[in-house]
C-alpha cells in the first residue's frame, strides 16, 4: 500500500495566485515527520518546510504553508503568491522511525510520486 | 558552514562495468547519511542509510552497496551495472547532534547505463 499518496500529477496556477498541493499518508505510528521538497529542472531537492505530528499549528515557511489534517492524514502545501519560479516538481515526504534523545532521526523518508506545478504569468 | 558534496555530477558507464559514487558532507560530525535513487519522472527510493562509521543498512535488495569509510563519507558502488541502475542519485545526509528531523540532499549524480 502506498505510504504517500500525491493524486495531482500535474497543477497550474497563475502568477500570484495560490495554489494547494495534495498529500495524503498512511502510518501507524504516533510520532512522525511531514516533509515537502522542491524539485527544479536542475535535480536539485529542496527542502521547503516540515510538519511534526505532534505540533498543534500548521507549519509556515514565507510563502509555504503547511495545511495539516491529522484526523484526515492528508499534508497539502499551500504555495501564496505564485511566482514563476515555482514551477517544479514538488514531492511529500514522510519521516517514520525512531528519533534519538538528542532529536536527531533514525528513520528514512518515504516519497510520493510528486506533482508537477507549473506557473503561467 | 555545514555542505554536502557529490561527485561526478554525471556518468555514463556500459553495461557491466563498476560504479563508485562518493558523498562528502562538510561542517559537522556524525552526520546520518542516506542514499536514494530516482527514476525518471518519479519519486524517491532509498537504497541505503548510515549512523555512524562501517554502519550500513539496505533498503532495497539488488546489485548495489553503500559503505562508509570515514565519517563525513559515504561511496555507493557497483560490480557490475546493469541497465536498471540508470538513474539520478541522491545523497542526502542530517547534521550529527543537530535536533533537526530534516534530510538535506546534496546536488546528485545522473547515471546512464548503456
Known amino acids: 500500500a502506498q505510504k504517500i499518496t500525491q493524486t495531482q500529477p500535474g497543477m497550474f496556477v497563475q502568477e500570484k495566485e495560490a495554489v494547494t498541493l495534495d498529500c495524503t499518508y498512511d502510518?501507524?505510528?504516533?510520532?512522525?515527520?511531514l516533509f515537502w521538497y522542491k524539485q527544479p529542472s536542475s535535480g536539485e531537492m529542496i527542502f521547503l518546510i516540515y510538519?511534526?505530528?505532534?505540533?498543534?499549528q500548521n507549519a509556515t515557511e514565507g510563502r509555504y504553508s503547511l495545511n495539516f489534517q491529522k484526523a484526515r492524514k492528508s499534508a497539502n502545501l499551500v504555495i501564496s503568491a505564485s511566482q514563476l519560479g515555482d514551477s517544479a516538481m514538488y514531492f511529500c515526504?514522510?519521516?517514520?522511525?525512531?528519533?534519538?534523545?538528542?532529536?536527531?532521526?533514525?528513520?528514512?523518508?518515504?516519497f510520493g510520486q510528486g506533482t508537477i506545478l507549473t506557473v503561467h504569468p | 558552514s555545514q555542505t554536502i558534496h557529490q561527485w561526478p555530477a554525471t556518468l555514463v558507464q556500459p553495461v557491466g562495468s563498476p560504479l563508485s559514487l562518493e558523498c562528502t558532507v562538510e561542517?559537522?560530525?556524525?552526520?546520518?547519511l542516506y542514499w536514494y535513487r530516482q527514476a525518471a519522472g518519479r519519486g524517491l527510493q532509498l537504497l541505503f542509510y548510515?549512523?555512524?562509521?562501517?554502519?550500513i543498512s539496505s533498503e532495497v535488495p539488488q546489485n548495489l552497496s553503500a559503505s562508509r569509510p570515514q565519517d563525513r563519507q559515504f561511496i555507493l558502488s557497483s560490480k557490475k551495472l546493469l541497465l536498471s541502475d540508470s538513474g539520478f542519485y541522491l545523497c542526502?545526509?542530517?547534521?550529527?547532534?543537530?535536533?533537526?528531523?530534516?534530510?538535506?540532499f546534496g546536488p546528485g549524480t545522473r547515471l546512464t547505463v548503456l
Open positions: 515526504a514522510m519521516r517514520e522511525g525512531l528519533v534519538d534523545a538528542g532529536g536527531t532521526s533514525y528513520g528514512k523518508l518515504t
Open positions: 542526502a545526509w542530517i547534521p550529527g547532534f543537530s535536533g533537526t528531523d530534516t534530510q538535506y
Open positions: 502510518t501507524s505510528d504516533q510520532s512522525y515527520g
Open positions: 510538519q511534526g505530528s505532534y505540533d498543534e
Open positions: 561542517g559537522t560530525s556524525n552526520p546520518n
Open positions: 548510515s549512523v555512524g562509521i562501517g554502519q
